[in-house]
């Protein structure tokens, strides 16, 4: 399955969803399926994550990222991000933020210290 071409922002469905919004809004299936996929409704660690990415067809680099400014990051990333709560996953489309919690930004969702993973886009 490809990325989605347009990402629909999809809020986590709960506070432990956030891997999974991201992982629905990049692939355009459902949240529930994503749960489904990983058999996990709470949170996702970086090992789900490839696995999700991977059943979905979802090339992308399994290299991790520092990032400090958006100028950084490539075209489509999924971002792990160190909030004041927690740790956090986010998703970079196309120059925008799709964030779980915090909704479209236009910068990176409050956050101390951030990663990414590239995501490819398929020719």
Same mark, same amino acid.
């Given at each position: 399955?490809?990325?989605?071409?347009n990402?629909?922002?999809?809020?986590?469905? @709960?506070? #432990?969803q956030?891997?999974?919004?991201? %992982?629905a809004? $990049?692939s355009g !299936?459902s949240?529930s399926?994503?749960?489904?996929?990983?058999?996990?409704?709470?949170? @996702?660690? #970086?090992?789900?994550m490839?696995?999700? %990415?991977k059943? $979905?067809?979802? !090339?992308?680099?399994?290299?991790?990222?520092?990032?400090k400014g958006?100028?950084?990051?490539?075209?489509?990333?999924?971002?792990s991000?160190q909030?004041?709560?927690?740790?956090?996953w986010?998703?970079?489309f196309k120059?925008v933020?799709?964030?779980?919690?915090?909704?479209?930004?236009?910068?990176f969702?409050?956050?101390d210290r951030r990663?990414?993973?590239?995501?490819f886009e398929?020719?």
């Amino acid at each position: 399955m490809p990325i989605a071409e347009n990402v629909i922002h999809i809020f986590e469905p @709960t506070p #432990l969803q956030c891997g999974q919004a991201v %992982l629905a809004m $990049l692939s355009g !299936v459902s949240v529930s399926e994503i749960v489904k996929m990983l058999a996990n409704d709470r949170e @996702t660690s #970086l090992k789900d994550m490839k696995t999700a %990415l991977k059943n $979905l067809g979802i !090339v992308f680099d399994e290299q991790r990222k520092e990032v400090k400014g958006k100028n950084q990051l490539p075209s489509i990333a999924i971002l792990s991000l160190q909030t004041p709560r927690c740790w956090h996953w986010s998703l970079y489309f196309k120059g925008v933020f799709y964030d779980p919690e915090y909704g479209i930004l236009d910068d990176f969702p409050p956050s101390d210290r951030r990663y990414y993973w590239e995501i490819f886009e398929k020719d």
